[in-house]
């Protein structure tokens, strides 16, 4: 650990991929943090976790936090062991608050609570154990996880009402509200409009927006099939295509379609705004989860 000086905190963000934040919501809620941090000048020393299986270039700093790898996957099943392991090294190295994203590496939070005085600050995401793509085990593994993270936590945050009234229902306890913030979604003038014209009207044609994961869950082939049948307003679906067996099989379907813009993930804030003021729609299909993913904000 290193020597902090007088009336600094020690803290660590673990259970998001990494930064720079190109895969979700908790990568962006911790590139901003780092940012507000930054800008605030705040007295804090921040440790952000990454996964070293995702970024091949490993720098040690992200903006004025520090970056620490851990060599394994963040998502999936491996997000067990590597949550775990971002949480027992923040442990070892002494940190003083650890902010936890999502329920995954719960399973360590007892251990942590009894031989550490680390403050543990857990967000617990969206209702994960919902998700249909789980099995019957997962899914129990991930509310058992859930379970954990509320009992064992000092704080449980919850980025919108609808989990908070679960929390309270379901454990009696109470969960402090933190919504993501929408300045994401403001348009920004660019060099290309800077004379005051919108993206939106440089287009020649109205189109729908899709920005999402491409998860069963979040109905992807249901929002296809029916812009495929419609054919009267042309989909703009953006969004991680080659990263399952499902959105494979609707990319190589759709891919080429007069109506159905197929498009890979998109991370540049001036092409996301203007993507967004270009639309005429945007189009929602999410059945669970939690917070929207960077490249679609």
Same mark, same amino acid.
């Given at each position: 650990?290193?020597?902090?000086?007088?009336?600094?905190?020690?803290?660590?963000?673990?259970?998001?991929?990494?930064?720079?934040?190109?895969?979700?919501?908790?990568?962006?809620?911790?590139?901003?943090?780092?940012?507000?941090?930054?800008?605030?000048?705040?007295?804090?020393?921040?440790?952000?976790?990454?996964?070293?299986?995702?970024?091949?270039?490993?720098?040690?700093?992200?903006?004025?936090?520090?970056?620490?790898?851990?060599?394994?996957?963040?998502?999936?099943?491996?997000?067990?062991?590597?949550?775990?392991?971002?949480?027992?090294?923040?442990?070892?190295?002494?940190?003083?608050?650890?902010?936890?994203?999502?329920?995954?590496?719960?399973? /360590?939070?007892?251990?942590?609570?009894?031989?550490?005085?680390?403050?543990?600050?857990?967000? /617990?995401?969206?209702?994960?154990?919902?998700?249909?793509?789980?099995?019957?085990?997962?899914?129990?593994?991930?509310?058992?996880?859930?379970?954990?993270?509320?009992?064992?936590?000092?704080?449980?945050?919850?980025?919108?009402?609808?989990?908070?009234?679960?929390?309270?229902?379901?454990?009696?306890?109470?969960?402090?509200? /933190?919504?993501?913030?929408?300045?994401?979604?403001?348009?920004?003038?660019?060099?290309?409009?800077?004379?005051?014209?919108?993206?939106?009207?440089?287009?020649?044609?109205?189109?729908?927006?899709?920005?999402?994961?491409?998860?069963?869950?979040?109905?992807?082939?249901? /929002?296809?099939?029916?812009?495929?049948?419609?054919?009267?307003?042309?989909?703009?679906?953006?969004?991680?295509?080659?990263?399952?067996?499902?959105?494979?099989?609707?990319?190589?379907?759709?891919?080429?379609?007069?109506?159905?813009?197929?498009?890979?993930?998109?991370?540049?804030?001036?092409?996301?705004?203007?993507?967004?003021?270009?639309?005429?729609?945007?189009?929602?299909?999410?059945?669970?989860?939690?917070?929207?993913?960077?490249?679609?904000?």
């Amino acid at each position: 650990m290193t020597k902090l000086q007088p009336g600094r905190i020690a803290a660590s963000i673990v259970g998001c991929v990494g930064l720079p934040a190109r895969y979700g919501g908790f990568e962006t809620l911790a590139a901003n943090l780092v940012a507000y941090r930054d800008t605030h000048d705040l007295p804090c020393d921040l440790t952000i976790y990454c996964s070293g299986k995702t970024y091949r270039e490993q720098p040690d700093h992200y903006g004025g936090a520090r970056l620490r790898y851990v060599p394994l996957d963040a998502n999936g099943v491996s997000s067990i062991l590597y949550d775990a392991l971002s949480i027992l090294d923040a442990v070892r190295r002494r940190e003083q608050v650890i902010l936890v994203l999502g329920v995954s590496g719960a399973i /360590i939070l007892p251990l942590v609570r009894l031989i550490s005085r680390a403050r543990l600050i857990v967000n /617990i995401d969206g209702l994960e154990w919902k998700r249909p793509k789980w099995s019957r085990a997962a899914a129990r593994f991930l509310r058992f996880s859930e379970w954990l993270a509320v009992r064992t936590a000092h704080v449980v945050v919850a980025d919108n009402r609808g989990i908070v009234d679960h929390v309270r229902t379901t454990y009696g306890r109470e969960a402090a509200e /933190i919504p993501y913030g929408g300045d994401h979604a403001v348009a920004l003038l660019t060099d290309d409009n800077a004379s005051g014209t919108t993206a939106a009207e440089n287009k020649s044609a109205p189109y729908a927006l899709m920005l999402c994961r491409i998860e069963p869950e979040n109905h992807i082939h249901m /929002i296809l099939e029916a812009f495929d049948r419609s054919g009267t307003v042309d989909l703009v679906a953006v969004g991680n295509w080659v990263g399952s067996n499902y959105g494979r099989a609707l990319r190589d379907r759709y891919l080429g379609h007069p109506s159905i813009r197929i498009t890979d993930p998109v991370f540049d804030r001036d092409a996301l705004s203007d993507l967004r003021a270009g639309a005429a729609l945007y189009v929602h299909g999410h059945s669970a989860g939690g917070p929207i993913p960077h490249w679609w904000r």
